[in-house]
């Protein structure tokens, strides 16, 4: 049972660069979610899904797009890569309907735009 | 400005000592949780707390819900290496309709205990 899956750990982009972060998750989880990790802010929501097919902007949005074909997968697109977007990037998952379940996070990628 | 405010967002103590960080708002939560995160890796869930008043022990730890539901401290007693990490206190968004499952974070404390 691998959990969460997120792949590339470490990814160096040029601004105008474009590309995808894979997310996986193995537990059958309705909920996944896309955060960002810059220091001393915390872990910032960037895009969430409650099922596949179902998508939603969290607090930070812009530049970022995302779907939810398959229950397993999540993946994060950044369309135009932009030295703001440099931060570590975190995939999670739950069961949707029980607040006190805790969210399971992938290891994260680091991501670098230059 | 963030919903959360975490302090210290730095603490380097010694084995032995105990410490208290503490997770503060203006607004309400339903809940509040606190996760752990060690370099190179993503947060842990400790613990969850859903009652004003709340207090939940685990080992060594123990974490405290404020009665108007607007904070929460974390207490480590005889703290060991063991501990050191970044610890997050995360609560649900509030302009979200939802079961906990849009999460807000604090900045984090980040904790160091020496040997």
């Known amino acids: 049972n691998a959990g969460v899956t997120q792949t590339p750990k470490f990814q160096v982009l040029k601004t105008g660069q474009s590309m995808t972060l894979q997310c996986a998750q193995d537990m059958n989880h309705e909920y996944m979610s896309w955060y960002r990790q810059d220091p001393g802010m915390g872990l910032r929501l960037i895009h969430y899904?409650?099922?596949?097919?179902?998508?939603d902007q969290g607090e930070v949005p812009n530049g970022y797009n995302v779907s939810r074909s398959t229950t397993e997968d999540f993946p994060l697109r950044l369309l135009s890569a932009a030295p703001s977007q440099t931060s570590v990037y975190f995939c999670?998952?739950?069961?949707?309907?029980?607040?006190?379940?805790?969210?399971?996070f992938g290891d994260g990628t680091r991501l670098s735009i230059l | 400005t963030q919903l959360l405010e975490q302090s210290p967002q730095f603490l380097s103590i010694q084995e032995g000592e105990n410490l208290t960080v503490y997770c503060n708002s203006s607004s309400v939560f339903s809940s509040l949780q606190w996760y752990r995160q060690e370099p190179g890796e993503g947060p842990v869930l400790l613990v969850t707390?859903?009652?004003?008043?709340e207090v939940k022990k685990l080992k060594r730890l123990t974490f405290q819900f404020g009665d108007a539901r607007k904070d929460s401290s974390l207490h480590i007693t005889a703290a060991q290496p063991g501990d050191t990490g970044l610890y997050l206190c995360a609560g649900p968004l509030p302009i979200y309709n939802n079961a906990g499952n849009m999460l807000t974070f604090g900045g984090g404390t980040r904790l160091m205990v020496k040997p």
């Open positions: 707390v859903v009652t004003g008043g």
């Open positions: 999670a998952s739950k069961r949707w309907q029980n607040s006190n379940q805790p969210q399971h």
């Open positions: 899904s409650v099922g596949a097919g179902i998508t």
